[in-house]
T-cell receptor, first 110, second 115 residues
Framework: KNEVEQSPQNLTAQEGEFITINCSYSVGISALHWLQQHPGGGIVSLFMLSSGKKKHGRLIATINIQEKHSSLHITASHPRDSAVYICAVQKIQGAQKLVFGQGTRLTINP | DVKVTQSSRYLVKRTGEKVFLECVQDMDHENMFWYRQDPGLGLRLIYFSYDVKMKEKGDIPEGYSVSREKKERFSLILESASTNQTSMYLC??????????????FGPGTRLTVL
């Protein structure tokens, strides 16, 4: 079983919908990262979280350390949000590297 | 803005060739990483380095080696390229503060095809 699991694997929605992508992990972590990858494009870091909640524009990331769970929310989704969203964790005893989830492919239709 | 650059966007090599992929970052980051990305398998760590001349194996180091002679440059070497090393290779860098890996900055990737 992967240490970092994302759900859903694929998500298709209509423009304007509220989007939630989930990330569960099974290890103790120091921090959790959310990344975005557009088709054919590079990877961009969206958030790094150790606790609580962070917001940037229409993106919100939350983490519940006790439940070992994080969510990425997109409000008022737009076709340009279509991308693969990747969750990654830094394990407490995992040295200076990240463990990645498989990614969630999001498609927003106009 | 942090810049992570990779030496090539596309590369075609023949089986058995020695291949060098270079990555340069301009933000004085301590940590640098090499990943490969394959459909359905996500990002997998090949090697990482937390200081000059220091390296650590990642999850899939077999068939690869790395070199970090200067802080800003991290090279990935395929000693004898094989077809199963056809993949997208991504370099990343980050700083490391108070035991936390900070934001990872990725290069644009090198799509390597081994024939």
């Amino acid at each position: 079983k992967n240490e970092v699991e994302q759900s859903p694997q694929n998500l298709t929605a209509q423009e304007g919908e509220f989007i939630t992508i989930n990330c569960s992990y099974s290890v103790g972590i120091s921090a959790l990262h959310w990344l975005q990858q557009h088709p054919g494009g590079g990877i961009v870091s969206l958030f790094m979280l150790s606790s609580g909640k962070k917001k940037h524009g229409r993106l919100i990331a939350t983490i519940n350390i006790q439940e070992k769970h994080s969510s990425l929310h997109i409000t008022a989704s737009h076709p340009r949000d279509s991308a693969v969203y990747i969750c990654a964790v830094q394990k407490i005893q995992g040295a200076q590297k990240l463990v990645f989830g498989q990614g969630t492919r999001l498609t927003i239709n106009p | 803005d942090v810049k992570v650059t990779q030496s090539s966007r596309y590369l075609v090599k023949r089986t058995g060739e020695k291949v060098f992929l270079e990555c340069v970052q301009d933000m004085d980051h301590e940590n640098m990483f090499w990943y490969r990305q394959d459909p359905g398998l996500g990002l997998r760590l090949i090697y990482f380095s937390y200081d000059v001349k220091m390296k650590e194996k990642g999850d899939i180091p077999e068939g690869y080696s790395v070199s970090r002679e200067k802080k800003e440059r991290f090279s990935l070497i395929l000693e004898s390229a094989s077809t199963n090393q056809t993949s997208m290779y991504l370099c990343a860098s980050s700083s490391y503060k108070t035991a936390l890996l900070d934001t990872q900055y990725f290069g644009p990737g090198t799509r390597l095809t081994v024939l």
